[in-house]
């Protein structure tokens, strides 16, 4: 492996590991969980069909009001309920698109305690 391709490699290993998501967002070619900061999306489907997405937001040592937002870049959304929940607590829920995509759609979801954001994590659905 050339050094380009060891240090490419690494840095997106050290980014997996710390739960970074760059812009450009990973592919979602099958099931999995991508996250950041405190918010982690989870998709149960491969390929550009959707049925149900998983949002979970850590809460932090308060109690808060927490939400969430789903959406693809292709116009689709929803908001998922809003819960008061106790401290150290993770909140989730999930949204269910019951469709296919077109592959390159980003799908987003972004999570709130109280009114303020607390991580957005995206990724790209592929076939």
């Known amino acids: 492996m050339n050094t380009f391709?060891?240090?490419?490699?690494g840095i997106g290993t050290t980014a997996a590991a710390v739960g970074i998501v760059f812009a450009a967002g990973p592919p979602a070619t099958?099931?999995?969980?991508?996250?950041?900061n405190s918010v982690?999306?989870?998709?149960?489907d491969t390929g550009t069909y959707l049925g149900r997405v998983e949002v979970?937001?850590?809460n932090t040592n308060q109690p808060h009001r927490i939400s969430a937002r789903?959406?693809?870049?292709?116009?689709w959304s929803a908001n998922t309920k809003v819960e008061d929940v106790a401290a150290f607590r993770t909140y989730r829920d999930q949204a269910y698109p019951q469709?296919?995509?077109p592959a390159g759609t980003?799908?987003?979801?972004?999570?709130?305690?109280?009114?303020?954001?607390?991580?957005?994590?995206?990724?790209t659905i592929t076939d």
């Open 56 to 58: 979970s937001v850590t």
């Open 30 to 36: 099958a099931a999995g969980k991508w996250c950041n």
């Open 99 to 101: 469709r296919h995509f």
């Open 70 to 75: 789903v959406w693809a870049t292709n116009g």
């Open 106 to 123: 980003r799908l987003c979801a972004e999570g709130f305690r109280g009114d303020d954001s607390v991580g957005l994590p995206c990724v």
């Open 5 to 9: 391709r060891k240090i490419v490699t």
């Open 40 to 44: 982690c999306i989870e998709t149960y």
